[in-house]
């Protein structure tokens, strides 16, 4: 068997939040390493043992932002305050 490889990085570092996980089908991340086989067994030799090892991502305690908002229609066009022509504004 080859040595294990290094640890994969984890794609976040905070802890996900329960109900965004709910809502998004998240899972808590986790990372892995593998290793290759350099001989098969032979002559009675035993199977190799896993391949692929797997750990949750050490996570720093910090929840995860997750934000959330609704698009509305586009406002009228507007002119900043004091202002009587020029280029206006929308918002929404």
Not at 9 to 20: G, I, M, N
Not at 52 to 80: F, M, N, T, V
């Amino acid at each position: 068997m080859s040595p294990w490889s290094e640890w994969s990085t984890c794609p976040q570092q905070c802890v996900p939040d329960s109900s965004a996980e709910a809502r998004d089908g998240e899972v808590t991340p986790t990372q892995s390493r593998r290793r290759v086989v350099i001989q098969w067994p032979a002559n009675g030799g035993l199977p190799c043992q896993n391949l692929e090892e797997l750990r949750p991502c050490p996570l720093s305690g910090a929840r995860c932002k997750h934000y959330l908002w609704g698009i509305g229609p586009w406002s009228d066009c507007q002119l900043p305050a004091n202002v009587e022509c020029g280029m206006g504004y929308r918002t929404r």
